[in-house]
């Protein structure tokens, strides 16, 4: 069974860069399977940042930014807020209509 | 603009069928375009995605649940619905319905609604 990993947690200073990554089980991660990014505070539903790799969502600022690092998605954070502070999860599109989540990576700004 | 609403029993028995519709407003679920899904998050847990409808009716289902689920549409009254067969406890979650351009990625979301399954 294929698994999604992501950090279970990560932590930047206010005005730092993260890079929080997405992988896979078995095998690399590529533009095929089209990497997006949700994030969701506690309590609440949660907000697309970015589709399709590198796509940012309407109303996305351009500090959340999608790759490709090396075998797998990456969402990069630059000059991280305190209202960052969220927990982060991929999605992978793995065919036949497939998608799987993430476990998910909680972010700490501090 | 488009906007998504749960809405359905907040408290389900075990063996029995849980069910949940999503009502879409601001937009026509039979413009097409988009597929509409259903994601459920346990308590305290992540995201698992169940599955989504094209307006045609044609799905796709998480193959861990598929024996049990049931999404269908109502284009009328443009709403598509969630229902999940013989359920236990481990089916206690807050159920999310949301808009997908595409059946890689889910752009507008619901806010949500708790499920217990519970006696």
């Given at each position: 069974q294929t698994v999604v990993t992501q950090e279970p947690s990560f932590s930047v200073s206010p005005g730092g860069t993260v890079t929080l990554t997405c992988g896979l089980s078995s095998g690399s991660v590529s533009t095929s399977h089209y990497p997006s990014w949700y994030q969701q505070t506690p309590g609440q539903a949660p907000r697309t940042l970015i589709y399709s790799t590198n796509t940012r969502s309407?109303?996305?600022?351009?500090?959340f930014s999608g790759s490709i690092l090396g075998n797998k998605a990456a969402l990069t954070i630059t000059g991280?807020?305190?209202?960052?502070?969220s927990d982060y999860y991929c999605v992978l599109y793995m065919g036949s209509g497939i998608v799987i989540f993430g476990g998910g990576t909680k972010l700490t700004v501090l | 603009q488009v906007q998504l609403q749960e809405s359905g029993p907040g408290l389900v028995k075990p063996s029995q069928t849980l069910s949940l519709t999503c009502t879409v407003s601001g937009?026509?679920?039979?413009?097409?375009?988009y597929y509409w899904s259903w994601i459920r998050q346990h308590p305290g847990k992540g995201l698992e995605w169940i599955g989504y409808i094209y307006y045609s009716g044609y799905t796709y289902y998480n193959p861990s649940l598929k024996s049990r689920v049931t999404i269908s549409v109502d284009t009328p009254k443009n709403q598509f619905s969630l229902k999940l067969s013989?359920?236990?406890?481990?089916?206690t979650a807050v159920y999310y319905c949301a808009r997908c351009p595409s059946v890689d990625a889910f752009d507008i979301w619901g806010q949500g609604t708790m499920v217990t399954v519970s006696s």
């Open positions: 309407s109303g996305v600022p351009d500090r991280a807020q305190a209202d960052d502070e | 937009g026509s679920i039979s413009s097409g375009g013989s359920v236990t406890a481990a089916d």
